[in-house]
């Protein structure tokens, strides 16, 4: 090639590049509101049903933080109801210990409500591999 590279060697670093996922939390769901919570996570099952095909799945790794109304949290591998039923309701606190721990590449909120347009502040440190939230408390 004019480059120098091979077309051989473009398309193993693409290979080895896809081989590792990016871990994306997809927050959705809201603590005040049962309305702007179906909404939500509708929201983000429809996102979800238009990223499900091959190469998205292969390059990606998601997990759903659900804020449910009364602000309980739960972290969820998919958004089927039974699953959201019955997955451990975690406190505030509890949910961000698990959030540090879950070392995510990047956070994708889905909010609509006021807390959630609001008080929901994900950052991410450059260069790190956790993802660090910072949210104050719905209170």
């Not at 049962?34 to 929201?43: A, Q, R, T």
């Not at 972290?75 to 699953?83: G, K």
Request: one cysteine or more.
């Amino acid at each position: 090639m004019a480059d120098g590279t091979s077309e051989s060697s473009k398309l193993d670093t693409r290979a080895t590049r896809n081989m590792v996922r990016t871990k994306v939390l997809h927050c959705c769901g809201s603590p005040v509101s049962k309305y702007y919570s179906m909404i939500s996570v509708h929201y983000c099952r429809q996102m979800l049903a238009g990223a499900s095909d091959d190469d998205t799945k292969a390059s990606f790794d998601f997990v759903f933080a659900v804020i449910l109304p009364g602000g309980a949290w739960c972290l969820v591998n998919d958004l089927d109801q039974a699953t959201i039923d019955d997955a451990d309701k975690l406190s505030h606190g509890e949910a961000l210990t698990a959030l540090v721990a879950g070392e995510f590449d990047v956070c994708v909120p889905h909010m609509f409500c006021w807390p959630g347009y609001t008080r929901a502040r994900w950052k991410h440190r450059p260069g790190c591999a956790t993802a660090r939230a910072t949210l104050t408390s719905w209170g």
